[in-house]
């Protein structure tokens, strides 16, 4: 059985950094695209960003490109996105997301993904 764990979420200030994890079972990280999602309350599910495992390349939504760093321990099964100079619009639920897929035009879209963790939590207080 897959599972998909993400952990690191809080309550932080404008400004702040927050790093959050995603750790896999049942799956190997390293030969899956991996998505990082947002949703705010009332809003769709947006892309934050992904890494491609076929490329390597890594990718941004524009309104965290510079701030957000994703990163992949293959060893520990396990992706991060680093969260750096916070801001409240970035407040919503983050979730991690697996699938064997690649390229710029699949990775963007949730529906794309076969497997998806539960969600933590980031709050930015102004």
């Known amino acids: 059985q897959v599972q998909l764990v993400e952990s690191g979420g809080g309550l932080v200030q404008v400004g702040d950094s927050l790093r959050l994890a995603c750790a896999a079972s049942g799956l190997t990280l390293r030969w899956n695209t991996i998505g990082w999602f947002r949703q705010a309350p009332g809003k769709e599910r947006e892309f934050v960003g992904a890494?491609?495992?076929?490329?390597?390349?890594?990718d941004y939504a524009d309104s965290v490109k510079g701030r957000f760093t994703i990163s992949r321990d293959n060893a520990n099964n396990t992706v991060y996105v680093q969260m750096n100079s916070l801001k409240p619009e970035d407040t919503a639920v983050y979730y991690c997301?697996?699938?064997?897929?690649?390229?710029?035009?699949?990775?963007?879209?949730?529906?794309?993904?076969?497997?998806w963790g539960q969600g933590t939590q980031v709050t930015v207080s102004s």
């Open positions: 890494s491609d495992w076929s490329s390597g390349s890594l």
């Open positions: 997301a697996a699938a064997r897929i690649n390229g710029r035009e699949f990775y963007r879209v949730p529906n794309n993904y076969a497997y």
